[in-house]
């Protein structure tokens, strides 16, 4: 893998509502490695659908995209 700044390491979901999918890309190797222990674990609900060497795209139901409050 190719090496880039902290700040290059990003993350971006899409979706909209017509579609039942949601994309994910991303740059940060902290998420690849979170996204494809789910892609092990639910091959039938997540997926790598692209990969360079630097970033990987999933698509999965929007439905498994949450929102939370972070309350402390």
Do not use: H, W
């Amino acid at each position: 893998m190719l090496k880039i700044t902290r700040y290059e390491q990003e993350t971006i979901i899409n979706f909209n509502t017509q579609d039942q999918m949601a994309t994910l890309y991303t740059r940060d190797p902290a998420v690849m490695r979170k996204v494809d222990a789910l892609v092990i674990d639910y091959p039938d609900i997540f997926k790598c659908i692209g990969e360079t060497d630097i970033d990987k795209i999933y698509e999965m139901p929007k439905s498994v995209v949450t929102y939370r409050k972070n309350i402390r």
